[in-house]
């Protein structure tokens, strides 16, 4: 039997927040879904969480396998999925109980949907809603160029994706890697023929202490940094301008390179030479859009002096 929608929630450990997470999953307004909980291994409460959810609701799927990480639970849950569309949803972070019934009066034939989110603490304080101006249906290219102006692009629990577009092209989530939204969701919007955003605000971005996106663990920050260079390598292989001289239309490739090249401020010492030396190896500053005067300045003083770029431009 099909279904409209598959709800997919890697879990490692975030017993705290669980039980908000799945309650804004079950108490969708719109009815016609599933819930796949990918427990990854967890050691803490949340199995037992995730066990009384499973008793009490039918649509829920659960995987128990060993800690294997977030892009293996992710594809993990896929293969599970029986939903015509994909959601990706982090277990501290929750959704408005409105979500699906928003998504399925705009959704159409859309390949891929994109929705708003509100970033907030801990306690439910509010640090940002990201109110971004909506466009219909456009393709990956164009979608590309008006979603990466904009503060969020990569993060893979603010879209929704056509299952059969998914599977057809065979995304995957790369294992073992920091940053695995960075090394997939780009290239999934630049090669979707309709593309859809929505001025919809309908996912809270929990800024947990101690999450892998907020670790003081420089020997993280140096995984993180790396494995991002590395994914940036395999992403640029797509762009249709790479081989070109001039890049001067490609907001893909700019965009993944503007990325990559700033990660580099989370570095120092050694480790930030060898990855500016790397860059310089592989001309990513080539990838920078140079369409107006004022970024062609900025690439003129990133490949002069990357470090002096990093501290004056924000």
Do not use: W
Not at 219 to 245: C, G, H, P
């Amino acid at each position: 039997m099909m279904i409209k929608y598959s709800f997919i929630v890697p879990v490692y450990n975030t017993s705290k927040y669980l039980d908000k997470c799945l309650k804004s999953l079950v108490n969708q307004t719109f009815n016609d879904f599933e819930i796949i909980i990918v427990n990854d291994g967890s050691t803490d409460n949340s199995k037992s969480i995730i066990s009384n959810y499973q008793e009490k609701y039918n649509n829920i799927k659960v995987i128990n396998q060993k800690n294997e990480g977030l892009s293996s639970a992710r594809n993990n849950g896929v293969k599970k999925s029986i939903g015509n569309y994909l959601l990706f949803i982090d277990s501290d972070d929750y959704v408005e109980e409105d979500l699906l019934k928003k998504i399925d009066e705009k959704i159409d034939d859309s390949e891929v949907l994109r929705y708003q989110v509100i970033t907030e603490d801990e306690d439910g304080n509010n640090i940002k809603i990201f109110n971004e101006k909506p466009f219909d249906v456009l393709n990956g290219f164009d979608a590309f160029k008006e979603l990466s102006s904009y503060h969020f692009v990569e993060p893979s629990c603010l879209y929704v994706y056509k299952k059969d577009y998914y599977l057809d092209n065979n995304f995957k989530f790369k294992i073992g890697v920091y940053h695995e939204d960075y090394g997939l969701i780009p290239y999934v919007i630049y090669k979707a023929r309709k593309v859809k955003s929505i001025s919809y605000v309908g996912y809270h971005y929990v800024q947990r202490k101690g999450s892998i996106m907020n670790s003081d663990n420089y020997d993280k920050e140096v995984k993180k940094a790396f494995d991002m260079l590395n994914q940036y390598k395999t992403l640029r292989l797509f762009s249709k301008n790479i081989n070109k001289k001039n890049n001067l239309d490609d907001y893909y490739l700019s965009y993944i390179t503007n990325s990559v090249i700033v990660k580099a401020r989370n570095l120092k010492g050694k480790e930030k030479q060898k990855y500016i030396n790397e860059l310089k190896k592989i001309n990513a500053f080539d990838g920078v859009l140079v369409n107006t005067n004022i970024r062609k300045l900025k690439k003129k003083l990133m490949k002069l002096n990357l470090n002096l770029y990093l501290k004056v431009i924000k």
